[in-house]
Nanobody, 120 residues
Framework: QFVESGGGLVQPGGSLRLSCAES????????IGWFRQAPGKEREGVGY????????YYADSVKGRFTISRDNAKSTVYLQMNSLNTEDTAVYYC???????????????WGQGTQVTVSS
């Protein structure tokens, strides 16, 4: 299981950076996906980063605002979120899998989630 950190309360237009790490578990070998779930809504894929070349993919709702990166030396994956709006309010999860996909079922290991609240 992973440890996600970096969530919190931010004003619209603000930024947050989420981290996903796990001691004793090397994220480097896996595709890492980010997902989010808002109250009353289904889980939504945010994006993922590939394990070898670090290729990224983003959902249309966050494209141009969110950036996923990985620091293999630290076995950590980041989700940089800029220009946040109230619709980004959700619990954010990172997950590890073997396939570069936004299908949540393809990811076998999940973090506990971190709350992101965008509000004035």
């Amino acid at each position: 299981q992973f440890v996600e950190s970096g969530g919190g309360l931010v004003q619209p237009g603000g930024s947050l950076r989420l981290s996903c790490a796990e001691s004793g578990f090397t994220l480097n070998y896996y595709v890492i996906g980010w997902f989010r779930q808002a109250p009353g809504k289904e889980r939504e894929g945010v994006g993922y980063i590939g394990r070898i070349y670090g290729n990224t993919y983003y959902a249309d709702s966050v494209k141009g605002r969110f950036t996923i990166s990985r620091d293999n030396a630290k076995s950590t994956v980041y989700l940089q979120m800029n220009s946040l709006n109230t619709e980004d309010t959700a619990v954010y999860y990172c997950a590890a899998g073997s396939l570069a996909t936004m299908r949540a079922s393809a990811y076998s290991t999940w973090g506990q989630g971190t709350q992101v609240t965008v509000s004035s």
